[in-house]
Every structure is written in C-alpha cells, then in structure tokens.
C-alpha cells in the first residue's frame, strides 16, 4: 500500500522560533513550522509532518520575500546543513539576540544587560569538522557525497559544502576519487567524517558496513603519513559507531587554543568554530579570579578548564575517550589537575563552596542533582556556558533562588544555522 502524498499549502510567515523554523498559522487554525522562510513572507510550503495541533515543512516557492533574504551559497543543500543561508547576517545577529531574550522571558529570567551575540564576521569555512553520507548514482556507476535532506530519510548528492574549511571539502573529494576508482558501492559505506585544524591539516575516518572491506588497498592510493583510516562500523547501529579499527587508530591532529595547545582524536569532541570560541573563553577568563580553585564540569577534553582554570583544577566528564585525550593532555601541557571520569550528576561532592564552578553541558542542560547540590553549598560563582539558552534559562531560573546573572553575553558559534552558545555569569546574592 503506497502512502499517499503530503500536500502543499500557502503559508504567511510571522516570526521565526526556537528551533530556527519560520511560524505561520494556516486556514485550519495549526500551526505551521517551515525550513526556509522569513517572517513577513509569503511561500508554498510541502508539508512533511502531519501531527495533530501542527505542521512542519519546507518552503518550495517564495511569494513573497522579505528584505532580509539573500541567495544561498549552497541551493541545493542548504536546508541540510545550514538553514539561515537564506538570510543577511545582519538578520542572523537579530534573530539570534531575539532567540536569547525569548528563551529567558519563557521562564520569567530578566538578564540585566542588553543581549550582545559576538561574531568574528565569517560566515562560512569556519567549521572544523564535517561528516558526509553517500549516494550511488546508478546512472554513473558512481559514488558522489551527500547529506540527509532535512525532515526526511533521503539524501542530497553535494560536491561539499560552504560551511567547511577548503582542506576538508578538498580531502572529501580525493577519498570520493579513490572509492569509485576501487568501484565501491554505496551500501558499502556508513559515512566519511572530517577534520582539518587551523592549519589546514587534515585528519578522516572512512566507517564501512563489512570487516572484509579492502582496508589495505585503498589505504595505499594515499601517501605515507596520510592521517586517515578505515573503520568497520556494525550495519545495524544506526550511526557511524566504531566497531572495529581496521587501520592502526592512533591518529591525532593537534590545535592551539589560547597558546594552549591541545590534541585530539578525529572521532572525539573537539570544538568545531576555534576563533569565537577562543573569543568565548577570553571572556570567562575575565571571570575566573586567580588563585581560587575550579571545577570544570562537563569538561570534554579539558579545552576550558586547561585554559583558562588555573593551576588548581577538577575536570569531570563522562565520555572515556575524551577523558583519555583529557588526561594526555594534562600531561603534556605539565598542569596540576585532576581528570574525573564520571557523569556530573553523580559527583556532585565535587561542587564545594570554595571553588569557581564552570559549566558547559549538552542540550538537554544541568541535571536536577547538579543544580540541587549548587543550592546547597552556594559556591560564590558560576560560570555557565550554554549551546541551547532554552534549557540554560529553565536552570537559571531555578538557580535564581540564590544566584544573580551578573553578566551574560551570545556568541555566534555556527553561522548560517539557528545555533547560539550563551554566557551566564551567576553571583551568589549577598
């Protein structure tokens, strides 16, 4: 039984939301959320999800522009990668400062200042990391690269994209040629992931679907010292998770942060716009007093405590291989600090009033036992960086029992995508 097709509707847009779609309310009273639009415009949107109060989709038809559109660098992948192409910077800042207020005013949090968002002015070839899919074209007999088309199961075939670094876009296409000239198929492969550091160097991981994929072979169309490998990734997990190194796995690339120079493994979390970033951690500086000791929870591998954290400093993380590179780091940089390898929320006896607290949690934010302990010893100060101020806001509001927001500032981590990271500095109230 074939499912029969979602319709188009005419839509005018009124604000942009949360997540980074474009609001309208349709003829039937729900609510539609729509990849790109702008608010005050007018477009034929294709609805690809039907709930019961709402709507979602993407525009396929402009009829109406606002001031603020611009050309997409990338048209035809845009809305996989970087869905706010499709507007001026100038409107990015506005939007991402409006997001800001709209996420603290939701849980009744008045920041004290106006809301400032920094960015170094790139717009694109900012990012460090990218992870391509594939797509066999059966006309060609040909691999080409490719993304998830946004809100569906499909893929779009790219050459690259816009928001990477030139060594990655350049070393996605020499490991494309080396593929097709071996004629591997499609549903041989998981994905490609990427990184390149300030250099230019780059470093990748090639996740198969077979242990027998010819590792060997098509490690020797690249030169000797070439910072790649072939990674077995079980076909049944349903993301690119490392089964098996196929090819020896002690590949690093190494960055300098701050004069800090840190090394990471291609798979593990390092962070992905350095320049704002180093920005961002400039800024919290100016909040650590010297001398006091610091615990960096939600830590990854150490890139703000190890910085910016003295030389009195608790790490805590719960991933095990950021934790290793945390460590390698630790030893390597000669810093007096301890690496904790352990979920923040189970241990909170590390929170005590003496120390500067930083923190840096996923999406999802602060877990109740982290925000419960911080109410109970009332160290002086918290300094909490955020990639989601939704959830930043619902645990200040929380802490606002005791604490202020002294201080706050956005930056732009991610051009040209509806992301923000967001600075609270909190003071315990005298």
Partial sequence: MTMRPLPTVPATFSKIVGGGQALATLEDGKKLFAWGALPDEEATVQITKKKSRLVEGYVTEVLKASKDRVEPRDPESYLSTSPWQIMTMQAEQRYKAALIVEAFQ?????????????????????RNKIEFSFWFETDTQQLSLAFFRRGTHGKISVKGTSLASPAINDKAQQVLTVLNEMQVIGRDLKTLLIRSNATGETSWQLYVKDPEFAHDEFISHFEKGEKGQVIFSNPLSPASVITEYLTPHTVRLTDTILGVKFNYATEGFFQINLPVYEQALTDMKTFIP????????????????????GNDLTLVELNKEAVREMKNNIIELGKKATAVLAASEDVTEYITEDKVIILDPPRAGLHTDVIDRLLEVTPAR???LSCNPVTQARDVAMLAEKY????????NFFPRTPHIENLVVLDLRK
């Fill in 382 to 384: 918290i300094v909490y």
């Fill in 290 to 309: 010297e001398g006091k000791p610091v615990l960096d929870l939600y830590s990854g591998v150490g890139t703000i405590g190890l910085t910016i954290g």
């Fill in 404 to 411: 202020d927001v002294t201080s706050h500032k956005g930056y």
């Fill in 106 to 126: 939701l849980h009744s949090v008045v920041l004290p200042n106006p809301i400032e968002v920094f960015t170094d002015g790139h717009e694109y070839e900012y």
